[in-house]
């Protein structure tokens, strides 16, 4: 069996319990994911709630995770990081090389963990599976993303692309559990060869149970320089064209007489050339000019107050997204009593029912912008319509993470029972 040695060689120990560089007092949960703060997106939330809590709880929890220069990680847990470069077709992501990470290699050897919990299949889910088998511990995996979509973009190969969805497959299937993040999404990861079990734990959210009034937004718009009454719409993410953020802006662009401003918060390998469509479409000035332009790129946003404030100030959130399977955002803005306008029968809306938490149209320009007309006639169903959504569709991280270490404490109990009949 091979595991990181010291001296970031290799070694052949078939006892991983009485291997010295094994053998220490520190227990842990291991949260393993190819990005962590500051990329924000809604995995890398995820994990970064899951750590808060668990530390909040006074539990051992650490996050491992590839290199990113202008990271800072003061957090109370310990963040491991390993080599990486960038991905130039994939800002801002990264793509680690645990392996050659000598350093890396000796903190995973004199870490004992009683739990690793994988959200990615990629690198940060190889070393994640390789401690599993190691140390005899139990290894949740989390299937979060439609990766098939970001392959068909790179490699235009479609045997290619199957190869690399096997191998990820293959890596769900030697998880003790896997879990999805909402019911839908079981049928994706059918879609890709996975037949073994799923469990359901849902997403949370950090805004959820946040006060919310009249008065307060119009203070969040005033202290983003909103400074008239425009209606206020909004999206929330990685620029790709993966997004359907052209459907957005053409849809915009169909509006006609109508008054808003939207905001796009975000960035991405696509984000010059959104900005591109956005000034062609007349939304936008190649110089951005507050006052004038209708769309605004804000870039990202790392601060959470900061985030919130641009929640509380919309009234719309537009997410007509066919890639995702279960964005925080719309969790995000549902908590700010902001409903969202998404694309009917995709995985992600299917939270939502057209009318009563939520908005549905076609994945068609015609459909997409005439809902939208219609909803900026009808500020009082928005309204009514973001109430019901902060109802539904918005739980507190506290909560979800307090059912996540139950689980985790199940699955615990269950191996040490497992390995001492053993």
């Known amino acids: 069996m091979f595991i990181f040695a010291k001296d ?6 078939k006892n991983c319990f009485t291997c010295p560089i ?21 995995v890398s939330m995820t994990v970064y709630n899951y750590a808060h809590w668990l530390d909040k709880m006074g539990k051992d929890v650490c996050v491992v995770t590839p290199y990113v220069p202008d990271a800072k990680d003061d957090y109370h847990y310990q963040v491991h990081r390993y080599m990486s470069m960038p991905i130039p077709t994939r800002k801002p992501y990264r793509l680690g090389f645990p392996e050659l990470d000598r350093s890396f290699s000796r903190v995973m050897n004199n870490t004992s963990f009683s739990l690793v919990h994988a959200h990615s299949p990629f690198s940060s889910g190889d070393v994640a599976l390789k401690i599993s088998r190691q140390q005899k511990i139990p290894i949740i995996a989390t299937f979060h993303s439609k990766f098939r979509d970001d392959f068909k973009r790179i490699f235009r ?22 879990w999805i993040p909402q019911a839908e999404v079981e049928q ?46 909004l999206f929330v993410g990685q620029h790709i064209w993966e997004k359907n953020i052209s459907l957005i802006l053409k849809s915009l662009e169909r509006l006609g007489n109508h008054t808003f401003k939207m905001f796009f918060v975000g960035t991405g390998y696509a984000e010059e050339d959104i900005k591109h469509l956005a000034q062609e479409l007349g939304l936008s000035s190649r110089i951005p000019d507050e006052m004038k332009d209708k769309v605004l790129f804000v870039g990202t946003v790392s601060e959470r107050e900061t985030m919130r404030k641009f929640y509380l100030a919309s009234d719309l959130f537009l997410f007509p997204s066919l890639y995702d399977n279960a964005p925080l955002v719309v969790r995000e803005a549902a908590a700010m009593h902001v409903p969202s306008l998404m694309v009917r029968n995709s995985t992600a809306s299917r939270i939502l029912s057209d009318g009563i938490n939520g908005f549905l149209a ?19 169903v928005i309204s009514k319509v973001g109430d019901q959504a902060s109802i539904s569709l918005s739980r507190p991280w506290k909560d979800i993470v307090n059912e996540v270490h139950e689980r985790y404490t199940d699955l615990i109990a269950h191996n040490q029972q497992q390995f001492n009949v053993g």
Not at 8 to 13: E, M
Not at 22 to 42: A, E, K, Q, R
Not at 157 to 173: C, T
């Open 8 to 13: 970031g060689t290799s070694c052949q120990s």
């Open 157 to 178: 190969n479609d045997i290619i692309v199957q190869q690399l969805i096997n191998k990820i497959i293959d890596f769900y299937k030697q998880a003790d559990q896997v």
């Open 362 to 380: 076609s994945n068609d320009i015609d459909d997409y912008s005439k809902a939208l007309s219609k909803l900026l006639d009808q500020p009082s």
């Open 188 to 233: 994706t990861i059918r879609e890709y060869g996975y037949h073994g079990p799923v469990e359901i734990v849902d997403n949370g959210n950090d805004f959820s149970g946040t006060p919310y009034n009249e008065q307060l937004k119009r203070e969040a718009r005033e202290s983003l320089g909103i400074t008239d009454s425009r209606p206020i719409l």
């Open 22 to 42: 094994l053998t220490n007092n520190v227990y842990m949960i291991g949260l393993f994911n190819d990005c962590f703060l500051p990329i924000i997106d809604g």
